[in-house]
């Protein structure tokens, strides 16, 4: 069940500069949520940031009663959460969300997590949920530049598959984006994935989507859009959608199928 | 804690304010909606509405800006879908409505007449009258007199009238609103603002201007709940405005406000509205004294202090 | 950096605001006052003014208010003690003035015409007209009108007139400043707000209202830096109201200002003006753009996006 | 010289709920403040409070480059130091304002230092020029109750004279308002006093004058009103003048004789 839940930071691991992973105390939480769902983040007393900010849950461990956030600095909302001292409190308001679906997956099957930047951040969990379902799954990070992918790191042991590394500059793994290394595997007929999960920026939604839909590879899309709420209650997430002009992204999403998407309106 | 106002009977002065607390049901894991004073719903046309493109809404300091354009699921799947299960919790429902042109308005209160569970109608007058080339009904004393008069002959409703602090002349508007057949003025809606992305210099709004809300305009709506209460003491005010904990609420009703709406700080903190419930029921025991009490304090205040010679510059 | 408002021409666009920088003097530690591209005096009446009883001025969520009462030395003193040493400094000052009748602004300007050093005279039209009955200059276009063309016949000096946010219609009253005269618009003043202490229940200023400055106005004062430029295409402007950082003078260059003012900013961190200066001129040369070419850029971008159906509701 | 110095957060000591201090580091602050003078504080990157707080230095060690503040808390500002952690930054925009003075004061004299609660803060460095002039003074702490005099430890071995407490609720020392200790023992004449050091609230600057004017002590009140700027610039500090309008108390005071206020108008 939704609830705000106070949370008490344990830990900070710094990755490269403005890329960091903070860890909660949040026990309720790290029972409840489930691959791919977010919170919206707020630190007590502050009018800046005035709105929450949205964060997936990168990793949960309902035995030790910890969540785990894999973060990049934007703004003041990241730059606080970059500086908060150890053992200062935030309200966690979620789980929020659809989340990640397994279903329809058995033993065996094999999946392609593709993640632009930081759009990594979901992946932990859902590899996790991955291994227990005895799914299999290739990972693709892209990044600018070797420095920005860093946080790899953080997937070290969870990856039952390959990993397949690309930066825009060269510097670490392919040269280009990741969507061009998952298209030359995915377009493979029969192609050798069962299904795609991927968050990233819009243009890269976009990109699998062309791969995707005519390949046939059901897909789930991790968006993003500035969101006021978290709950449903602003209508200020909304994307535009295919079978209706809206979709409010942070109740019917955050996962979505391409087919959802009206990508002409993107 | 029970509040007054005009015919209408709220269980006490804290109410939730439209297009910040949906049609409520998105509250229900936050909030008992059987405790609060009132909910008003989003904005609700005759027909569905798909509202503006995004983005629709940026932050501001202390506040933050929107642009959605009054999306909503239209005046009939509410009454279906949302209503009935408002009344199960025992909620006490406002409906917030507005149209582009006269008919619209008399439509949608029409539409609701005869639904069972309703507490009162609330006019958003922060509407572009598209026969008037959009200039917003709550723009003119003419226009709002016009609009709140053809939507009083079509109700038995309570009518409250949500003003614009946009409006030329606040008090104007107000004292139309009321002399057309208001029972109650609500104030107020957010001011029109705007937000430019420094780098890329194209407004961080789909739509270019929005409506600024929050902490950030609290000292302006009090000032306009102060002056309206003053100019027409007779009747009845819900203040709204940048409103985020007790002493915020105390504020409005010193102003002269009988109950007032909670919007923004619903989005930071879900909950907020039913703990002021239980702050100020707290705070009117520990100093036993009563919400009603409390409403117009300030009025009674003496102002305007300056040594012979000082001007009357509130600029400066 | 070099800025053209018209006959004004500024080493660079950052200005300090009239009342948030004193008389330039008090700064002397934290800012070379002749790296700035000007300073605007704290408002100058004929005779010295008291101003208003203290509390004059309290905090709002990213914000203040303030009732000071325009308190000054006067502009005889202003003459003798202040501007010899601005000159020495090399300051550029632009006096802002301000009375209670129109005879008053002559009066002082008349009085500033042969000074030396002087770069330009801002009105403050944000005053209480005593001979319309305290009805600010700035609230009627007619009023403003008529003092602008008074005071325009009175100097042969640059003329910038401090448009209020409080105008009824603010692109009516910039049309009749410039129609009377008025070579440059500053916009905006402070606007009228008030706070009242929850629990003695008596306003936080002395004056009851006061004006509301600091970031939380941003929004709004980019708004009608925005709408003013666009009606106007041809009127330089000097943006107002809440400027903090870089991105907040890129914002307002962007909405069509030609150059900003920095106000309450001046208090929290007094050497912001210089530093924004440099931060300005180091964005321009990284970029290499020029000022010029950074001002009304957003006024160039595509708005009002919506879907077919999709209403101007810039309010929810 | 006035400058906005940088202040690294070193200890803080708390007293009794809501009395505590804070020492910073900021060498030249340390070296430049003379007793009665006072800094705006921010903390970096807050719009909450918005506006910088006035603190009176209550001590400096120029030799350690450490300056202490001690605070009560009452809203935002003071519970933003409150919770400060260690470490953190904070500028410290100062020295502002005039200070004591000691002119006039020759090795021998004896003076009084009357403190309503939190008013105490500026006197330990006061306390420390004294002892180097050779000056003794007797201390008068007044507050509502016990606790609230808790911070009394913190003038240990500073006072070279007797220390008077007081407390509304008679829990230490002499029962009711610190004023009326200091008069029946002000009174007698010759005053045993050749000068009157003052801090804390206007209504017991008001008591103090009608003592001291008749007696013709000459007294030094350590005034406070809410301050926009601390430096002159914004007017909105001032407080009614006998001689003019209005006192601007951040550069005229915020130490004034009694004789500059109108206390008819306060
Ligand atoms: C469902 C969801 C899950 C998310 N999960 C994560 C996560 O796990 N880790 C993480 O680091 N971030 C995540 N984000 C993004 C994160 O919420 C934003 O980066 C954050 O709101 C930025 O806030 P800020 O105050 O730091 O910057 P802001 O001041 O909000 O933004 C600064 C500037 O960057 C722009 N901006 C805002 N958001 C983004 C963005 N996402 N990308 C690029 N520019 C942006 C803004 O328009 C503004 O111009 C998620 C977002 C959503 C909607
Ligand atoms: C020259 C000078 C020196 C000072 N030195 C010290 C010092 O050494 N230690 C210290 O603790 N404080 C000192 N103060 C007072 C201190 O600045 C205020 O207490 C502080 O501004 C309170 O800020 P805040 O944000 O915590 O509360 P605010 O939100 O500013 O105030 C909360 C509420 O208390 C009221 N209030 C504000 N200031 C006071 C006050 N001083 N007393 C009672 N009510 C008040 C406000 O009107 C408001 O209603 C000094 C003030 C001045 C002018
Ligand atoms: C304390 C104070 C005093 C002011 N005095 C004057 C004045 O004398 N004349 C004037 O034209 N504007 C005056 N202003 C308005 C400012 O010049 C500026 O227009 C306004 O504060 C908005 O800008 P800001 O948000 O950056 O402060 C004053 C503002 C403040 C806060
Ligand atoms: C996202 C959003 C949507 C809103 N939608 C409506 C609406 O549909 N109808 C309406 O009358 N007011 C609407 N409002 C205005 C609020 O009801 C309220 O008047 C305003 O936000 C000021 O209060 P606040 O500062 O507490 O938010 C909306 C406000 C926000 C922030
Ligand atoms: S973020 Fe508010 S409705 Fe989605
Ligand atoms: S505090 Fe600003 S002038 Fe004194």
Known sequence: MRADHRGVLLARRVFSPGFFSVTFQAPRLARDVSPGQFVMLEIAGRLRPYLRRAYSVADADPAAGEVEFLVKTIGPGTATLESLAEGSEASLLGPLGNGFSLAGLGRGARVAIVAGGIGAAPFPLLLRAMRAAGVAGDLYLGGRNAAELDFRARFEGLVDGETVLSTDDGSLGEKGFITGAFARRAAAAPSPYARLYACGPMPMFAALARVVEPARIPAEFSTEAAMGCGFGACLGCVIPGRDKPFVISCVEGPILPPQKIDWGRI | ?316
């Open chain 2, 1 to 316: 804690m029970e509040t007054r106002l005009g015919p209408l009977h709220l269980k006490n002065p804290v109410v939730t304010a439209s297009g910040t607390f949906g049609y409520g049901l998105e509250f229900t894991e936050f909030v008992d909606l059987s405790t609060i004073g009132a909910l008003c719903t989003k904005g609700l046309s005759l027909a569905p509405h798909a509202g503006n493109v995004p983005p629709r809404i940026c932050e501001t300091p202390a506040g933050m800006l929107n642009a959605i354009g009054l999306q909503n699921v239209g005046v009939k799947s509410f009454l279906e879908e949302k209503l009935p299960r408002l009344r199960e919790l025992g909620a006490t429902v406002i409906a917030n409505v507005w149209g582009d042109i006269e008919e619209d308005y008399v439509a949608v209160v029409g539409a609701l007449e005869d639904a069972e569970g309703l507490a009162a109608i609330e006019l958003n007058i922060s509407c572009p009258n598209v026969e008037r080339g959009g200039m917003l009904f709550g723009n003119s004393p003419a226009a709002t007199a016009s609009l709140v008069a053809r939507v009083r002959a079509a109700t038995k409703r309570t009518l409250v009238v949500k003003l614009s602090p946009n409006a030329p002349d606040l008090v104007e508007s107000a004292r139309a609103a009321r002399d057309s057949g208001a029972d109650i003025l609500s104030l107020v809606n957010t001011f029109v603002g705007m937000a430019i992305d420094p780098v890329t210099a194209r407004p961080r709004l789909s739509f270019g201007t929005g409506g600024l809300s929050g902490p950030a305009i609290k000292p302006l709506a009090v000032r306009m709940v102060f002056q309206v209460a003053r100019a027409l003491p007779d009747v009845p005010l819900m203040g709204i405005g940048g409103i985020s904990d007790l002493s915020d609420v105390l504020e409005f009703l010193a102003a002269g406000a009988s109950a007032v709406q909670i919007g923004t700080a619903n989005f930071r903190d879900p909950g907020v509205s039913g703990r002021l419930v239980d702050e100020l029921e707290a705070y009117c025991r520990d100093r036993d004294t009563t919400v009603r009490s409390l409403v117009g304090r300030a009025q009674r205040a003496p102002t305007g202090g300056e040594v012979p010679g000082g001007d009357a510059g509130a600029e400066g």
